[in-house]
């Protein structure tokens, strides 16, 4: 497969796999390799930027400068990720309109919420959607 900055085309739609910061082990303390981040640009040229599980980091906007991303699905519930103002701060860097917020309210040690990434977001569509739900282009 690829590794980051490398790029998948598949029936049209373009896989590329960016930077993200995050450790990785299993239970056992086992090493599972680097984090990433997706995004995937579909045939018209719009594109989607998965963050994974990642705190906020300046390369965001070489992400965002790069890919131009439509929407972003970023984590929000903070101790493992970034947090609501965290989020709002790549909202920023990305250049992006719209985002879905992820990995959040789960457990208590997930604190953040949409509404707060609302706060932090400002003029940022926030599509909070409920397990099941999707969301059109």
Do not use: W
């Amino acid at each position: 497969g690829p590794n980051k900055g490398g790029t998948v085309d598949v029936e049209g739609l373009k896989f590329t796999l960016v930077n993200a910061f995050h450790s990785s082990s299993s239970d056992e303390g086992e090493y599972l390799g680097e984090a990433a981040g997706l995004v995937i640009t579909l045939e018209d040229g719009r594109a989607v930027y998965f963050a994974g599980d990642t705190c906020v980091f300046s390369d965001m906007q070489l992400i965002g400068r790069l890919y131009s991303p439509e929407l972003a699905v970023l984590p929000i519930g903070g101790h493992f990720t970034m947090d609501p103002r965290e989020a709002g701060v790549a909202c920023e860097l990305l250049g992006v309109k719209r985002v879905v917020p992820c990995h959040y309210g789960t457990f208590p040690l997930l604190p953040g919420t949409p509404d707060e990434l609302r706060q932090y977001a400002s003029g940022i569509d926030v599509h909070a959607l409920e397990p099941g739900e999707s969301l059109t282009l």
